[in-house]
Structures are given as C-alpha cells and as structure tokens.
C-alpha cells in the first residue's frame, strides 16, 4: 500500500474537525515546499542559533485571505464526508 493511501486511511477515520486540521497541514506543507523551492534560505549566523520551531514560524509564508476562504470552502466540502 503506498503511503498517501495509508494516510487516507488514517484519515477517514478522524472526526471531520480533525480532518479539517490535516487539510490545513497539508496546506502548509505545500506552501513551504513552494517557499523553499523559490527563496535561497538564509544561512547567517542568527539563523543558526533559532530553534527549529523558531525558524518554521519566521520562515513560513503567510495565508492571504483568498487562501483563507478557499481553506474555508474546502472545510465544508471535508464536513460534508460524515
């Protein structure tokens, strides 16, 4: 079984609030992805004294609201699955 299929699984099962949290961290994944592959990441010295948290939170891009409502859309389309 390949791993998206094993991840649907798992996600079948968790209560459509929950499903709508996986939703929003495969978002954020892919928005990072997207970061990552167009920004050259910054190696000075601050940098390497952050925690790994530290870096994620100043690091990560931020949702516009048309990102936000199609979040929205998209979590009453996964509320619609119970």
Request: charged share 30%.
């Amino acid at each position: 079984m390949r791993l998206d299929e094993i991840i649907q699984q798992h996600a079948k099962t968790l209560s459509p609030a929950l499903q709508a949290e996986v939703f929003d961290f495969v978002l954020f994944l892919e928005q990072k992805q997207a970061a990552n592959r167009t920004e050259p990441s910054d190696t000075g010295d601050t940098q390497a004294n952050m925690s790994d948290f530290q870096k994620l939170l100043l690091e990560s891009p931020e949702m516009t609201d048309e990102e936000y409502q199609a979040v929205v859309e998209k979590r009453k389309h996964l509320n619609q699955w119970t």
